[in-house]
């Protein structure tokens, strides 16, 4: 396969969205590492991500969206989860929430929650609107590697094994987003990252 490397444009993200709703991967910068899309509910398109990392399919994925709307068929929502989003969306915060059935299995790697973020990179949110679908994204490496913060590591990854890759620059961040669950009867963190554990306890205690 012929890997594009484009910088963002008008153009670049018309194409990585119609390659999205076609069930391609596209790799695409966030605030946090570059992360290795597909179309969230579209379990080939899932599979995919998994081929192209080498990543084993009992590690789930993080569904990205735009607008919280996009939600209603991903997971169920609870008050702790709605401040949270208030709080810290756009932005580095992972929230794990009880999954609705439309999710594939290939995403939540068979569990009963599914992991959702809102990220604040302005060319990832502009991806996400484009094709406005939810879409899985791990780091855009391959398994085992460094999480990618330039674009030269996702090619040096990912050529060959995916058509586009969206040339962002830089992420800024440089580490993975925070990780919480809100699912059972008690919230848990399980992976700190850019929102600190003080900022989540200052919004939900
Ligand atoms: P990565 O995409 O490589 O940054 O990894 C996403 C991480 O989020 C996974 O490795 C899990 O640690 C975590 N995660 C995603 N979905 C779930 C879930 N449903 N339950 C618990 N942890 C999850
Ligand atoms: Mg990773």
Redesign the pocket.
Known sequence: MNTQLLPATDESLALAARLLADGQLVAFPTETVYGLGAHAMDAQAVLGIFAAKGRPAD????VHIHDRSQLEVICEVNEQALRLMDAFWPGPL?I?LPRKDAVPDEV?AR?D???VRMPSHPVAMALLKACNLPIAA??ANRSGKPSPTSVRYVFDDMDGRIPLIIDGGESDVGL?ST?I?LAGDRRCS??PGGVTQAMLEAVIG
Request: net charge neutral; charged share 10%.
């Open positions: 590690n789930p994925l993080i992972t794990i939540t569990l929650t599914v992991a791990p780091s993975e990780v669950s399980l992976r």
